[in-house]
């Protein structure tokens, strides 16, 4: 285990990278004092996701396992007894890194434990509510019922991020908690757009995992059968149905931009955690709605220069509202007009 042989502190900065390209990125914009309670939250999280992410076909032994997580979460069973027995379950049925997460929880645990309480109470209000609720949506291979469903997985898994990030920003300054009303408006949108930009960008990756987070009914009415993913992305309205999906997330991203700007300027670290976000989804929905033809070789991943171009530009837009919302709202309009170029 990592937390043998580098400390527990040192978690975070080792296992992000392997497991988040975006969080590796983002993550050291923040604060000091914020970067270990993030960085050991979203590895948290992330093991919640191997949990249900992982190649299990059985579903029952799946909610059993976010079973066993959450009695770590509420203080039922110990973190090593947890952690043994999900690696003795998932071993065979998830990656190396993921393997080596889930060993690791007991380290990450207390790391979350030298953290302020407010913040501690925080990432476990997260953590519970993302592992109960996942517990619908286990192992679901032929997509989720309806747009209803659709929204509240993104909320279980995205948009409870939001509402943890929110309560330790407004922890972490006075200045952004006298803003938390608005900021609790918007975070749940702001985890959605990121939330609907990944499922997009994975249909093929989650089908390879049978697993399938879009909205049958939208498809239905176009009448495409997702139980035959291949079959339904040759037809023509394909593009245009995934092209509706695109704009939903493109009107939660906006909401994302709104949430930034929501931090005071002075916050330039909080903002460009945001902005590189946002960025990046823009980019990557913008990829999603040029694809042509659909098929299982769909990869709409955003290029390196892509990446460099958003991480050379955060630092400056986050010191000025007027910059970012003239900056994000371009990104969104080249969304928008290679979408009408592609129908």
């Given at each position: 285990?990592?937390d043998k042989?580098?400390?527990?502190?040192d978690?975070?900065?080792?296992?992000?990278?392997?497991?988040s390209?975006t969080?590796?990125?983002?993550?050291p914009?923040?604060?000091?004092?914020l970067?270990?309670?993030?960085?050991?939250?979203?590895?948290?999280?992330?093991?919640?996701?191997?949990?249900?992410?992982?190649?299990?076909?059985?579903?029952?032994?799946?909610?059993?396992?976010?079973?066993?997580?959450?009695?770590?979460?509420?203080?039922?069973?110990?973190?090593?007894?947890?952690?043994?027995?999900?690696?003795?379950?998932?071993?065979?049925?998830?990656g190396?890194?993921?393997?080596?997460?889930?060993?690791?929880?007991?380290?990450?645990?207390?790391?979350?434990?030298?953290?302020?309480v407010r913040?501690?109470?925080?990432?476990?209000?997260?953590?519970?509510?993302?592992?109960?609720?996942?517990?619908?949506?286990?192992?679901?291979?032929?997509?989720?019922?309806?747009?209803?469903?659709?929204?509240?997985?993104?909320?279980?898994?995205a948009?409870?991020?939001?509402?943890?990030?929110?309560?330790?920003?407004c922890?972490?300054?006075?200045?952004?908690?006298?803003?938390?009303?608005?900021?609790?408006?918007?975070?749940?949108?702001f985890?959605?757009?990121?939330?609907?930009?990944?499922?997009?960008?994975?249909?093929?990756?989650?089908?390879?995992?049978?697993?399938?987070?879009?909205?049958?009914?939208?498809?239905c009415a176009a009448?495409?059968?997702?139980?035959?993913?291949?079959?339904?992305?040759?037809?023509?309205?394909?593009?245009?149905?995934?092209?509706?999906?695109?704009?939903?997330?493109?009107?939660?991203?906006?909401?994302?931009?709104?949430?930034?700007?929501?931090?005071?300027?002075?916050?330039?670290?909080?903002?460009?955690?945001?902005l590189?976000?946002?960025?990046?989804a823009?980019?990557?929905?913008?990829?999603?709605?040029?694809v042509?033809?659909?098929?299982?070789?769909?990869?709409?991943?955003?290029?390196?220069?892509?990446?460099?171009?958003?991480?050379?530009?955060?630092?400056?837009?986050?010191?000025?509202?007027?910059?970012?919302?003239?900056?994000?709202?371009?990104?969104?309009?080249?969304?928008?007009?290679?979408?009408?170029r592609?129908?």
């Amino acid at each position: 285990m990592l937390d043998k042989v580098f400390g527990n502190e040192d978690l975070p900065l080792l296992l992000v990278p392997q497991l988040s390209r975006t969080f590796a990125l983002t993550i050291p914009k923040l604060p000091p004092d914020l970067r270990s309670t993030v960085g050991t939250a979203y590895l948290l999280c992330r093991a919640a996701d191997t949990i249900e992410d992982s190649r299990l076909s059985d579903r029952d032994r799946k909610i059993g396992q976010l079973d066993l997580f959450l009695a770590g979460i509420e203080q039922e069973d110990s973190w090593d007894s947890v952690s043994r027995r999900l690696a003795a379950e998932l071993s065979g049925e998830v990656g190396a890194e993921e393997l080596e997460l889930i060993d690791s929880l007991p380290g990450l645990i207390d790391i979350l434990k030298t953290r302020p309480v407010r913040q501690q109470d925080a990432v476990r209000i997260c953590l519970k509510k993302m592992a109960a609720g996942m517990k619908s949506y286990v192992n679901r291979p032929t997509g989720l019922a309806d747009m209803a469903e659709f929204d509240d997985y993104c909320y279980v898994v995205a948009g409870v991020v939001g509402e943890m990030l929110t309560e330790l920003f407004c922890d972490h300054a006075k200045d952004i908690d006298e803003h938390r009303e608005k900021l609790e408006k918007l975070a749940a949108s702001f985890g959605q757009g990121l939330q609907m930009t990944n499922i997009l960008k994975d249909i093929w990756d989650d089908r390879r995992q049978g697993r399938c987070y879009l909205p049958q009914s939208l498809f239905c009415a176009a009448s495409l059968d997702l139980r035959d993913l291949d079959g339904a992305a040759r037809k023509p309205a394909f593009r245009p149905t995934i092209h509706q999906l695109a704009a939903v997330a493109l009107g939660h991203l906006g909401d994302a931009v709104e949430y930034t700007l929501a931090i005071p300027r002075r916050h330039t670290g909080i903002r460009q955690f945001c902005l590189l976000a946002i960025g990046m989804a823009y980019a990557t929905l913008n990829r999603v709605v040029q694809v042509s033809q659909f098929s299982p070789d769909y990869r709409p991943k955003i290029s390196r220069s892509t990446v460099k171009s958003v991480m050379l530009a955060a630092p400056v837009i986050c010191r000025s509202d007027s910059l970012t919302r003239w900056t994000m709202s371009g990104m969104a309009s080249l969304c928008e007009a290679n979408a009408v170029r592609q129908s």
